[in-house]
C-alpha cells in the first residue's frame, strides 16, 4: 500500500516543474498535486543563471534557433506560452522584466532569487504541494486490474504509478517527469530522469553538455591570456573544411581554455559533430569585424607605422603579444617592412586562428544537456508520452536544447505550461 495517494505527481522542481505545478493547480483546483524535488534547496539553475540575475527569456525567440527535435514541433510547443505572455506571467507574479541591448529579459531588480521566490509563491497558491528533499528512486506503473505493482516493462499497463524513495512511495494517476537532464548535477540534475523515461520505453538520443566552455592544452598560447574578454567570432568546420556555423560574441580566454557566450553557443555543434567527425575543428577571428583579407590590406596600408600599435588598436595588448608570437613575426616591425609571408601567419593567426581543443568541462558547468527524449514520441498538444499513457514530459528531459540568451527558460515556461494545463484534457479548466 502507498503511503500517500494523489492524483498529479511532478517530479522536479527546477523552471519546468515549478511552471507545471503552477498551471496545473491553476487548472486543476479539485486534484490533489505533488510536487516532489531531491534538493534541500530547490531552483539551483535559476539562481545561477544570469550570473545570478536570471534570463528569464529573450525578446525574440525563434524555434529555428534550437536544436535537438525538429523545428516545427519546437515551434508548436513554443506557440502555446509564447514571449509576450511570458511577461506577463512573470508581471502578474509580481517580477516586472526588462529588455537589454542584446534582447535578453532580465527581472529589473537583476535579482534571480526573485523569479525563484515567485514561482514558490505561485505554486502555494495553486493549492500544490511542494516537498523536498525527497529524492524519488523508483517509478513503477500500476495496475488498475488487481491493485498489483509492476515494474515498467515500456508496455502501457492502463494504470497509475508509483512513486518510491527512501522517504516513501505515493501512488498518482497521472506523472510529469520535469527531471532536467544531467546538467550542473549539484542541482540534483544527474540523469535519472533519463532512466526513467528509458524505462516506460522512451529512446532517448545521444546526450552531452551544451552551452559549455571549452579546453585546450595547458601550455596553449590562448590559455596565457586568461582573464581577457573580448569580442571575437569562432566558426566550426568539418573535418574536410567546410564551414558549418559561426557565433560572434563576448570570448572570454581562461586557464583552462576558453568560455564566454560565442564559445558557449558554438560548443553544442561542436561537440555533436566531432563526434562523428574526429577531424572537425574550430577557428577563432578575434578582430570580428575584419575578415583575413581586410586585415591583409590594413596591415599593407601601414607604410612605416607599427604593426603592434594597429593592432593595440583593436584588442588587448598581451592578445598582440600572442599574435606575434604564434606567427612568429617580429613585433617591432612596421609596415612597410612585413615580409608577405610573415604578413600571411600574422594575419592566419589573428582571423583564423586554429584551436586545439582537448575537450570540454563537463556537466559541471555545463548550462544545458543537448539529447533527451525525441519530441516525435509526445503528443505535443499535451506534453504527453505517446508510449505511455498518463506519463507527461517537460523541460530539459526533452530533446531540445537552445542558446544562451533565456531561450532554455522560455522552452521550460513553455512545454511546463502545456503539460500543466492538459493534465485532465476532458476537464473544464476552473
Given amino acids: 500500500m502507498a503511503e500517500e495517494r494523489h492524483d498529479v505527481v511532478i517530479v522536479g522542481a527546477g523552471a519546468a516543474g515549478l511552471m507545471t505545478a503552477i498551471w496545473a493547480g491553476r487548472t486543476y483546483p479539485d486534484k490533489s498535486i505533488l510536487l516532489l ?45 509564447d514571449v509576450p505572455e511570458t511577461v506577463q506571467f512573470f508581471r502578474e507574479l509580481g517580477v516586472e522584466l526588462k529588455r537589454e541591448e542584446t534582447g535578453k529579459l532580465f527581472p529589473t531588480t537583476d535579482s534571480a532569487r526573485d523569479v525563484l521566490e515567485a514561482l514558490k509563491v505561485a505554486v502555494a497558491r495553486a493549492g500544490v504541494h ?18 498489483a505493482s509492476d515494474a515498467i516493462d515500456g508496455e502501457s499497463t492502463g494504470g497509475g504509478f508509483m512513486v518510491s524513495g527512501e522517504w516513501g512511495r505515493i501512488e498518482c494517476d497521472k506523472l510529469v517527469l520535469a527531471t532536467g537532464g544531467k546538467s550542473l548535477p549539484r542541482s540534483g540534475s544527474d540523469g535519472k530522469g533519463f532512466e526513467f523515461a528509458k524505462a516506460f520505453g522512451h529512446t532517448v538520443t545521444r546526450t552531452f553538455p551544451s552551452l559549455v566552455p571549452l579546453t ?54 561542436y561537440l555533436d559533430l566531432v563526434h562523428s567527425d574526429p577531424e572537425a575543428y574550430l577557428t577563432m577571428n578575434w578582430l570580428p569585424e575584419l575578415t583575413r583579407q581586410d586585415l591583409d590590406v590594413a596591415l599593407q596600408s601601414l607604410g612605416h607605422s607599427s ?124
Fill in 216 to 269: 585546450l592544452p595547458p601550455e596553449d598560447p590562448v590559455c596565457g591570456l586568461s582573464g581577457i574578454t573580448v569580442p571575437a567570432t569562432i566558426r566550426l568546420h568539418s573535418g574536410t573544411g567546410k564551414h558549418i556555423i559561426a557565433f560572434t560574441d563576448s570570448t572570454l580566454c581562461t586557464h583552462f581554455g576558453l568560455s564566454g557566450p560565442s564559445v558557449l553557443d558554438i560548443s553544442r555543434y
Fill in 307 to 430: 604593426v603592434r600599435r594597429y593592432l593595440r588598436q583593436h584588442m588587448p595588448d598581451r592578445m598582440v603579444s600572442m599574435l606575434f608570437a604564434v606567427a612568429d613575426v617580429d613585433a617591432a616591425v612596421m609596415g612597410d617592412q612585413l615580409p608577405k609571408a610573415d604578413r600571411k601567419r600574422l594575419t592566419g593567426a589573428a582571423t583564423e586562428m586554429r584551436l586545439d581543443v582537448t575537450g570540454d568541462r563537463g556537466y559541471r558547468y555545463a548550462e544545458v544537456t543537448a539529447g533527451g527524449v525525441p519530441l516525435s514520441e509526445v503528443n505535443l498538444k499535451v506534453m504527453e508520452s505517446r508510449i505511455h499513457p498518463g506519463l507527461f514530459l517537460c523541460g530539459e528531459i526533452c530533446d531540445v536544447d537552445g542558446p544562451i540568451g533565456g531561450l532554455n527558460f522560455q522552452w521550460a515556461w513553455a512545454s511546463g505550461y502545456v503539460a500543466g494545463t492538459s493534465l485532465y484534457p476532458a476537464a473544464k479548466p476552473a
Fill in 37 to 81: 524535488d531531491g534538493a534541500k534547496k530547490i531552483g539551483a539553475k535559476i539562481l545561477v543563471a544570469g550570473g545570478g540575475r536570471c534570463n528569464v527569456t529573450h525578446f525574440e525567440v525563434d524555434p529555428k534557433r534550437y536544436a535537438g527535435s525538429s523545428t516545427s514541433a519546437i515551434a508548436k510547443v513554443l506557440r502555446r506560452f
Fill in 130 to 147: 511542494l516537498m523536498h528533499p525527497r529524492r524519488v528512486e523508483s517509478i513503477e506503473s500500476v495496475s488498475r486490474l488487481d491493485g
